[in-house]
């Protein structure tokens, strides 16, 4: 199987040779890796470059784009730039962050894992960040979704659901939308991947009331947003995002902001979630 790499960065140069150095390392080495520089005021795109010039796989894109980052819409346009370069010769296509160390069985793993099973749609790792020396899960989700850092699709899957939306929420709705369509999500506890930089480290202040936006646009409604909201605030440890991402929901709502999904979809989505909480609540 061949699997395609697009890596979108955005003033990464702190971390993607080690990133890069990672993908060089690899088991089964990527057929194409595209790195997409977007709007980067820092040495990421000469460090691409030179490593390029060791490596055929890989190629650079530059991208401009505004200079605020925020959650989804950002990074899946930069994703979306890359992959228009790709042609279509590929069985699994991978988005990356730029800010990872991959183990050097990674993507050998994951191949294996999509062989194994024709259902099997998408499929990943853990991230892990150090703290005090030591690195432990970065434990922000179920053990069975997998991180936006480093998902992987095959091809007939990734097809299906429409490619990867660009909002808050895409590495959500790509998961809940593979299940729609009958196809399975696999996560390996076996491979750990150094997340080198906090998840939300570059958000500002207008990103939180966006998670309320997100539950609002995946088609959860209220019940289901406010205890997904709960359970993500404690998460965090941080209690008080409880009324950011209600107040997200509410404005979401007044705007009629558009879903990400259809009305079908969003039923689903519903009676997926409240299953998985019943599940949890009667085990």
């Known amino acids: 199987m061949e699997y395609y790499i697009v890596i979108p960065a955005h003033n990464e140069e702190a971390f993607i040779q080690l ?3 990672s993908l060089a390392s690899q088991t089964i080495l990527p057929k194409k890796v595209v790195v997409v520089n977007d709007n980067s005021t820092d040495r990421t795109a000469e460090i691409v470059t030179e490593f390029a010039t060791k490596n055929s796989w890989i190629s ?5 784009s505004e200079a605020i980052h925020l959650p989804g819409s950002k990074v899946i346009q930069a994703f979306h730039k890359g992959f228009e370069t790709l042609d279509h010769n590929y069985d699994i296509i991978v988005k990356l962050d730029a800010d990872l160390i991959l183990p050097a069985n990674y993507f050998e793993t994951i191949l294996n ?3 194994a099973d024709p259902k099997v749609g998408m499929a990943g790792g853990f991230a892990y960040i150090e703290k005090n020396g030591e690195w432990i899960l970065e434990n922000l989700t179920d053990k069975d979704h997998i991180r936006g850092a480093f ?3 095959r091809k007939e899957c990734f097809l299906q659901i ?3 939306k660009p909002a808050m929420g895409w ?3 790509d998961e809940l939308l593979s299940k729609f369509y009958g196809w399975k999500v696999v996560t390996d506890a076996s491979l750990k991947v150094k997340h080198l930089k906090p998840t939300g480290a570059n958000y500002n202040k207008a990103a939180r009331y966006k998670q309320g936006e997100a ?3 995946l088609g959860y409604g209220f019940l289901i947003t406010s205890i997904a909201s709960a359970k993500l605030a404690m998460m965090k440890k941080k209690p008080l995002l409880f ?3 209600i107040r997200g929901f509410w404005k979401a709502r007044s705007d009629k902001k558009q879903l990400l999904v259809t009305n079908e979809q969003a039923r689903f989505i519903r009676s997926y979630r409240l299953q998985k909480m019943k599940a949890k609540i009667f085990r």
């Open 243 to 245: 009324v950011d991402y």
């Open 151 to 153: 998902k992987a699709y």
């Open 113 to 115: 894992i999509f062989k």
């Open 19 to 21: 990133t890069l150095d």
């Open 215 to 217: 539950f609002y646009t």
């Open 162 to 164: 429409g490619n990867l």
């Open 171 to 173: 590495d959500t709705v």
């Open 60 to 64: 650079l894109v530059n991208k401009t």
